[in-house]
């Protein structure tokens, strides 16, 4: 099976600011990785598909870019209703597996 | 609008068994890939099962293999899971999520979850 590992866990920051997320696969996944963000008590949000495409609806301070084994989430201009829990998703084989998560804070 | 509703969960002893269910509107069920997904309590997601349009496909995350079965109903619009064998560790809010191929392949709508506690 494919690992994601995620980096940090949690991370703290304020209004305004920009913050990177980065997620590192066990081996190569060209481009599969999917990232989706979740609130508390709500299913996740799916927001970027194939590394670096951003879902319809989904705001452009949001980036993901990388390939192979490592992705970043990128959120610019953080804003109060970023502040949540995100995952990233491997879709190169099953099972699809996610990373442990990185919880955004607000400072 | 696209719209899962996921049913059937509930408290079960170990050793027992429990069928969800998950209705789907608002796009042509009957020509996505469906999967499960779960998520224990204070933990991360993890993929449990998926199924091809036509059912003709599927694939199980290999802790549950042999105990979980996916399937799905077309005329229906739903997709569902039926648990055996249920473990502690199987505890965990479930949902029903869109599994869309597009060149890739992502989860683009979920459910609201539907809590299995297995506890004597």
């Known amino acids: ?107 | 609008e696209v719209e899962l509703v996921e049913s059937g969960g509930g408290l079960v002893q170990p050793g027992g068994s429990l069928r969800l269910s998950c209705t789907a509107s608002g796009f042509s069920f009957s020509t996505y890939w469906m999967s499960w997904v779960r998520q224990a309590p204070g933990k991360g997601l993890e993929w449990v099962a998926n199924i091809k349009e036509d059912g003709s496909e599927i694939h199980y995350v290999d802790s549950v293999k042999g105990r979980f079965t996916i399937s799905r109903d077309n005329a229906q619009n739903s997709v569902y899971l039926q648990m055996n064998s249920l473990r502690a560790e199987d505890t965990a809010v479930y949902y029903c999520a869109k599994d869309t191929y597009s060149g890739s392949s992502f989860f683009d709508y979920w459910g609201h979850g539907i809590l299995v506690t297995v506890s004597s």
Do not use: H
């Open chain 1, 1 to 107: 099976d494919i690992q994601m590992t995620q980096s940090p866990s949690s991370l703290s920051a304020s209004i305004g600011d920009r913050v990177t997320i980065t997620c590192r696969a066990s081996q190569s996944i060209s481009m599969y990785l999917n990232w989706y963000q979740q609130k508390p008590g709500k299913a996740p949000k799916f927001l970027i598909y194939s590394a670096s495409s951003l879902q319809s609806g989904v705001p452009s301070r949001f980036s993901g870019s990388g390939s192979g084994t490592d992705f970043t989430l990128t959120i610019s201009n953080l804003q109060p209703e970023d502040f949540a829990t995100y995952f990233c998703q491997q879709s190169y084989n099953v099972p699809k597996t996610f990373g442990q998560g990185t919880k955004l804070e607000i400072k």
